[in-house]
């Protein structure tokens, strides 16, 4: 995909959980999520301080590695030192000033987006990214946060052609899932066969392999960025190696984490 669509897509993205927050009083933007310490309001901020990010480290390198830096330090004194690294200056603002401050800081991120081309490289965390994929996580991040403000407080988000850059994230992190525990990758393949919004078929993989997930889109999307346990979901897993990878599936990065518990009998 060009990398402008992907901007429009991001874009679309934001706007799409900007139409749920932006109707909710004062006291829902303190509703817990199931982010461990996390409120609503906790979830926007989140995206506020790295979207702001993502604009550095596109416009600035040097002064995002710097951020690294000062982000790594911070987090030698625990989850809660990051939290007040990250968050501490949005947890001071009105549900108001908080939504302005978002606003700004996707405005600046989609004008530094404009600058790069589908060749451009941006440094991240981890190793650097190719610019579509930069961008494509930052839809992801805020559909799966989105979801978490979702399902706290409700809202009206309808599934679109965009859950199709969440399942290529999903799909093409297979084995950084499994690298980033230090396990080994398993050999052989795995298909895989999503239903998109407008029923159409989305599908990665040879459609020969042993292994295979099939269903939802919007389901696998939930399973990867773990905000669903699988067997809260209705996808078809077949074979131990599909099994092993959906229970451990983390499309995005930093450190491994571990899905939701199973919610529903």
Known sequence: MDINETIID???????LDEVVEKLDTHMWTVPTSSDRWNVADQIGHLTYFDN??????????????????LIASAVNGSEASDDFTLGHYRSLTPESLLATWRKGRENLANSASTLSNESRVIWYGPSMGSNSFLTARLMEVWAHGQDIIDAVGGDRPDTQRLRHIAHLGAITRQWSYMNRHLEVPEGEVYISLVGPDEEIWTWGPSDAPDSVEGLAKDFCLVVTQRRHLRDTEL?????TAKEWMELAQAFAGPPTDGPTKRSD
């Open 10 to 16: 991001l874009i679309a993205e934001q706007q799409a």
């Open 53 to 70: 990010a993502a604009s550095l480290a596109i416009t600035n390198p040097e002064k995002f590695r710097s951020s690294v830096d000062d």
């Open 236 to 240: 078809k897993v077949n074979g131990d």
